[in-house]
């Protein structure tokens, strides 16, 4: 896949099909969009996702989004669907205030469209005034196709990013997997705590997540690990560890269920399966052990079911 970003100058010869939005989450809707980019694909034309380098509302409203997809997280994850292009356009003034018929004529122009694929509920241009109305008008006027796919529900509800964002702020973590289509993850690199797991015969490893990434609810969950290809059972505690005396960064901790290898330094992707509790500060280091052997316990329960 060629992943073009920091630049507005970009131009493809061949055939495309594309389709356009921010792409948060990736979760079912989505891969409505990316099956028909796929099926286009096999009929001779080169795939496009068009999207922001960040999200529109960031700018426009200048609110701190969380992303359930870091750009790094949708560069690996379009790629591995095998999409062709990956164009993360900067949200620049020029950008912002393009009105959308030009938006159009630009994306026809210089991406070669050919298929235009969205959903019923994509908006773009100056003030979002642009819709799928309008991508079907403009047509036959630039010669592309306009597929319009209608939004997919959950619970008589349209399954949206903003549906998954917060269930994962709830901590419904099954729910929001059942909306993605595969268990919402958060990467990062294992980096030295204060090896305190080690003490009460857990030891543990740290990841500090990306700023800008949305976390799931403060809490203990059952999750998998995967470093180096390969996937661990694990016990994760989201949140600042309240037990541990000072001021602790917000990170994911985890313990991995059978496992002894020094991983300081790697990456490492952690899937959320279920939450097991709330995070609550213990009276001591004794009764967090405890507990950690009771959540342990609860997931190698969960591990032998599922």
């Known amino acids: 896949m060629k992943y ?38 096999k009929e001779g034309l080169s795939t496009v996702i068009f999207t922001f380098d960040i999200p529109p509302k960031k700018k426009l409203e200048e609110e701190d989004v969380k992303v359930l997809t870091t750009n790094e997280e949708k560069m690996h994850m379009f790629d591995s669907f095998g999409i062709d292009y990956l164009i993360e356009c900067p949200f620049t003034q020029e950008v912002m205030s393009m009105e959308p018929e030009d938006f159009i004529r630009m994306l026809v122009n210089k991406l070669s469209v050919k298929c235009i694929v969205a959903g019923e509920d994509f908006c773009f241009g100056h003030n979002r005034r642009g819709n799928y109305q309008m991508l079907k008008e403009y047509a ?54 204060n090896r305190l797991g080690r003490t009460i015969g857990f030891p ?80 001591n280091m004794d009764a967090l052990s405890e507990q950690m052997r009771k959540d342990v316990n609860t997931a190698k329960y969960y591990f032998s079911l599922n």
Do not use: M
């Open 204 to 283: 543990t490893i740290n990841i500090i997540p990306p700023a800008n990434k949305l976390l799931p609810d403060f809490g203990v969950y059952i999750t998998k690990v995967t470093i180096d290809g390969k996937s661990y059972q694990g016990v994760t505690n989201v949140g600042c560890k309240p037990t541990v005396k000072g001021k602790n960064p917000i990170g994911i901790e985890t313990y991995i269920l059978d496992f002894n290898q020094d991983v300081y330094g790697k990456n490492v992707c952690v899937t959320f399966l279920k939450k097991i509790r709330k995070e609550f500060k213990f009276p």
């Open 4 to 41: 073009i970003k920091n630049t507005t100058d970009f131009l493809i010869e061949e055939p495309t099909v594309i389709s356009l939005g921010k792409f948060d989450g990736i979760h079912r809707g989505h891969e409505l969009l990316l099956e028909q980019l796929l099926k286009k694909k």
């Open 140 to 193: 036959k006027l630039l010669s592309y196709e306009a597929i319009i796919l209608p939004k997919i529900k959950e619970d008589e509800r349209d399954i949206s990013s903003t549906y998954v964002r917060e269930e994962i702020a709830e901590g419904r973590i099954e729910k929001a997997n059942k909306l993605l289509g595969y268990p919402y993850f958060v990467s990062g690199i294992v980096e030295h705590g």
